[in-house]
């Protein structure tokens, strides 16, 4: 059950005209009221001889009594919505709902002599609206405050005891959502998303490609974005605000959007913080040779799960902050066939990116470095490397899913898990190729060495060996082991460090997520991968390096 509540107005009749009226597409249904502030007000809906201007007039007494001392926009007015799939509430259970949400914010306490007059409208099954003139009985203001959280918090509770469905609730970190008149707007231009969303896209974007707050101004504005920078008297940045060229008001001029309204991770303060400079340690070598930008994000992603469960929750926001940067900047370079599923998985993940813990950004400055190489670094040709690095992702987010239901963060949790799925679709597709290259060479091993590799598994695996052997996945798995023989690791270790981070149980495929997790481990090339933002370097504020590129503009965006 949702409890939205509106922007204060200034006109008790324009809103009761509404909610009596046809509504905007004749979705309104016999409206009538199903409860009121003393059971005695007119009801237009159902007395013949009511009228919405008798209704009014009794609404609004206190603020005509008040006079000068009324608020100047004194309507408050609240809907309150069931979900598609809860039973039909009766008109005496809304009654009730309709009083407890007055009495929860404050406008109407149960028992209160002095307060507010309203009324409560139902013109369709699954909602009602209330509305209500905010001067008390003694002509004082009404006290009202918080009053959203105190409406979300009794209708949590009206779930429950109603047996409706429990609504995901957030802590007021999302992302202001577009307004009606925003989406109607949009879709007269012939665009599915707003100008807001678009908006928030693209900057969401842009930060995780920019390597300091100069480029990052400078990519939005090669991107067709307007940008308008404002500086405190020092010539200091203070902030920013951007429009998009096709989005005008009534008067031609440009609808402009500050960052911290598109999220509240982008304002320019929030921006800045993540875009500072840091001093890059020593190259990463392995084998006398440097691991790409790719494979450094493949293996700071692969122990984000490691660094949720280990590090402080500072650093652990921190890698979830980034790791929405990682899913953020992929649409850009990846193949053309699986930027819909990227940009979606980016789309969900950014609500999981947020919450009231305030994030260490420092404890994964090496991993950020690496997102921003690889928007400059030309993407691999062997398609293996991204089906590793969207797994190694793919276990991230179902870690940061836990990660956030371990603190309550319902909206985060169920973020992540939607992301998740797009994610999942994703790395089906781009494994098919790399899997059918290695199957092949995995049907041509001799028995012998078949052999020795299913003496492995059940070695390292005895409780999932036999399913594995079983698994049309098989040879692709035994070639990788052999692989990993031949690059002179063990690859019994490497098996059982392999099942160590994630249970296996709702695999599809065993045989496949140990192929990618194998690959991970030894690296694509064969080297063993050190990690650049480990949890005991989390835990002390340092990070491995990873070299910076030459600055160029990224081209634009277009559970297992």
């Known amino acids: 059950m949702i409890a939205k509540i509106g922007k204060a107005g200034a006109n008790t009749r324009g809103v009761l005209n509404y909610l009596y009226g046809p509504g905007r597409a004749n979705e309104h249904t016999d409206p009538h009221l199903v409860a009121s502030f003393d059971g005695f007000a007119p009801d237009p809906g159902r007395d013949e001889e009511a009228t919405l201007t008798q209704l009014a007039t009794v609404l609004d007494l206190r603020v005509k009594q008040a006079g000068d001392r009324a608020p100047e926009k004194h309507v408050w007015h609240c809907s309150v919505r069931a979900a598609p799939e809860d039973r039909v509430l009766t008109d005496d259970e809304w009654a009730v709902i309709a009083r407890r949400v007055l009495n929860a914010t404050g406008i109407a306490p149960a028992g209160d002599p002095d307060a507010c007059r309203w009324v409560a409208v139902r013109h369709a099954d699954d909602h009602i609206h209330i509305v209500a003139t905010k001067v008390r009985g003694d002509l004082t203001p009404a006290r009202h405050w918080n009053d959203f959280p105190r409406a979300d918090k009794e209708c949590a509770a009206i779930e429950k005891e109603y ?3 429990q609504v995901v609730r957030g802590d007021r970190t999302a992302a202001k959502r577009p307004t009606r008149a925003e989406q ?6 012939g665009h599915t998303a707003t100008p807001r969303e678009r908006l928030r896209a693209t900057v969401r974007t842009t930060v995780a490609a920019a390597t300091g ?5 400078a990519i939005l504005r090669s ?17 920013y605000k951007v429009a ?13 959007f500050s960052g911290s309204t598109l999220a509240p991770d982008l304002s320019y303060p929030k921006i800045s913080e993540r875009l500072a400079p840091t001093e890059p340690n020593s190259t990463s070598q392995h084998s006398g040779r440097r691991r790409t930008a790719w494979q450094q994000v493949a293996d700071a992603a692969d122990r984000i799960p490691d660094v949720l469960d280990d590090a402080d929750d500072a650093a652990g926001q921190a890698h979830i902050t980034v790791l929405a940067e990682t899913l953020d900047a992929l649409p850009l370079i990846a193949p053309a066939s699986y930027r819909p599923q990227l940009a979606q998985a980016a789309a969900a993940f950014e609500r999981a990116s947020r919450s009231r813990i305030r994030a260490q950004h420092q404890q994964s400055q090496a991993t950020r470095r690496a997102i921003k190489a690889i928007v400059r670094e030309p993407a691999p040709k062997d398609g293996a490397l991204l089906a590793v690095l969207l797994d190694a992702l793919l276990l991230a987010v179902v870690a940061a899913q836990q990660w956030h239901h371990t603190r309550h963060h319902d909206q985060q949790a169920e973020a992540a898990r939607q992301a998740a799925e797009h994610l999942h679709a994703a790395y089906q597709a781009a494994a098919i190729q790399p899997l059918t290259v290695i199957h092949q060479r995995g049907l041509s091993l001799t028995v012998t060495v078949q052999q020795r590799q ?3 598994v059940r070695q390292a695996l005895p ?6 052997l079983a698994e049309p996945s098989w040879p692709a798995l035994a070639a990788t082991l052999a692989d990993v023989h031949k690059a002179g690791h063990d690859p019994t270790v490497l098996l059982a460090e392999s099942t160590r981070r994630r249970e296996l149980d709702t695999a599809t495929s065993i045989s496949d997520v140990l192929v990618w997790r194998l690959h991970r481990l030894v690296g694509v090339a064969g080297e063993r991968p050190a990690h650049p933002d480990s949890a005991s370097t989390t835990r002390q504020g340092s990070s491995a390096a990873v070299p910076v590129p030459s600055r160029q503009q990224p081209p634009r965006r277009g559970s297992r």
């Open 463 to 468: 409780d999932l060996a036999e399913q594995i």
């Open 163 to 165: 047996g409706l469905r």
């Open 454 to 456: 299913a003496t492995l």
């Open 184 to 189: 109607e707007k949009a879709l007269r231009a």
């Open 244 to 256: 998009l060229a096709d989005d005008k008001n009534a008067k031609g001029e440009p609808v402009w």
């Open 223 to 239: 991107a067709g974005v307007l940008v308008d920078i404002q500086h405190f008297p020092s010539g200091d940045i203070r902030g």
């Open 213 to 217: 707050t100069e480029e990052f101004f």
